[in-house]
């Protein structure tokens, strides 16, 4: 039972970009509200059945939380649509690996010896390397630029915020699910105002991607219990097989086109991050 809770957080990760890829006419605007209309839901369903009993503040906090995953979705959402499935979802992992784990470092001091500095770095190299390889493009065509990556360099920070905001409080994950879902709801009107994409709100694309956002909820809230019974090491090296999922089904379900050589260096790519991840 253990592992099967462990693997729904990569599944429903995974799962969520190809749902939204193959939707006809789907947009980042429709994408970004139609998963937060549905990982509310999921939110509202928890809520009901383990009710919060948080602190003004705590609740506040969680909901910006939500707010800042926004963030880094919308620019996921928006490179998925320029460079393609298979190619945003290994440098979007990538990026937060190494974002999450400077942090942790820095600001949680959870390196403390030398051997996990040693291994730490290495493993930090491993995915810097698998990231580089996903990205090669032998043509134009999707090619990765530097304003590419920058974009996803520069949104990864709301998924940074949004990862590390339960390290800082004294509460229960389950209790805080809830206010980050609707913290989520919340940031993705604020984007589509923002934006002027406002018309995301009638078109039927939005509705259709409720379903990546069911998709994306109850990994949020698996990888929430999963934490409690495998531990969080093994609960997150476990959720990160999502970028498998997400990168080859890009590929053979969305229909991405890729040379041979490009998808040999997609796939030691994908395999260098994962072993990256598993030595964290």
């Not at 947009?27 to 939110?43: Q, T, V, Y």
């Not at 209790?175 to 994409?197: A, C, E, K, R």
């Not at 990160?240 to 969305?254: D, K, W």
């Amino acid at each position: 039972m253990n592992i099967i809770i462990a693997l729904i957080p990569a599944l429903g990760w995974g799962i969520f970009p190809l749902i939204a890829g193959k939707i006809k006419n789907s947009k980042p605007s429709n994408e970004i509200f139609g998963l937060a209309i549905g990982a509310l839901l999921i939110g509202i369903i928890t809520f009901i059945i383990h009710p919060s009993h948080l602190s003004t503040m705590t609740f506040t906090l969680s909901l910006l939380s939500g707010m800042f995953w926004t963030m880094g979705q919308a620019g996921q959402f928006i490179s998925m649509a320029k460079i393609g499935i298979s190619k945003t979802m290994p440098l979007s992992t990538g990026l937060q690996l190494i974002g999450n784990t400077l942090i942790g470092v820095a600001m949680f001091s959870e390196w403390t010896s030398m051997r996990q500095y040693v291994v730490g770095i290495f493993s930090l190299i491993l995915i810097i390397v698998g990231v580089t390889l996903t990205a090669i493009s032998k043509g134009n065509e999707s090619k990765v630029t530097l304003r590419d990556f920058l974009l996803l360099l520069f949104t990864s920070i709301g998924y940074w915020i949004y990862s590390t905001f339960p390290k800082t409080i004294k509460a229960d994950a389950q209790s805080l699910f809830f206010p980050q879902m609707l913290g989520i709801f919340l940031g993705s009107i604020i984007f589509l105002l923002l934006t002027h994409q406002t018309i995301a709100f009638k078109q039927k694309a939005t509705y259709l991607n409720i379903f990546s956002g069911f998709s994306f909820g109850i990994a949020a809230l698996a990888y929430i219990f999963s934490a409690k019974m495998n531990g969080v090491i093994n609960a997150f090296v476990y959720s990160q097989l999502c970028v498998i999922i997400s990168t080859l089904g890009g590929i053979f379900i969305v229909g991405e086109k890729k040379p041979k050589m490009e998808f040999i260096a997609t796939i030691i790519g994908l395999v260098l991050i994962i072993i990256g991840a598993a030595l964290h």
